[in-house]
């Protein structure tokens, strides 16, 4: 992706030469540069990173947990999280499992 050095605007390929669509400046491409972007930004999408494996982890260390009562089993500690599902005006929702029994319930305020 190029700029245009006169405007600013983003440029377009055109053959051999980048051309702004707002002001019409063209200057040369550089493939070696090209090339260059390329594959750093292929490398950095790899499959492979990013990716952690939880197998080992003890399901009670994962996330932040709060005192609240399951209504499935009534165990007193559950981890949590909180999403934004509904319009920003609104407050989040809050999604708990229970550490326990692994029930999985929600609360929104109303």
Known sequence: MEFCDECGSMMQTDG????????????????AKEKAFQEATTESQSDEEGVVDMSD?????????????CPSC?????????????????????????VECDHKWREDDH
């Open 74 to 98: 009534g165990h007193d500690r559950a981890r949590y999280e909180m999403k934004q599902i509904r319009s920003a005006d609104e407050s989040e929702t809050r999604f708990f499992t229970c």
């Open 57 to 69: 982890v003890d399901k009670s260390e994962i996330g932040p947990t709060t005192k609240t009562i």
């Open 16 to 31: 051999d030469v980048w051309v702004c669509g707002s002001c019409s400046f063209e200057k040369p491409r550089d493939s």
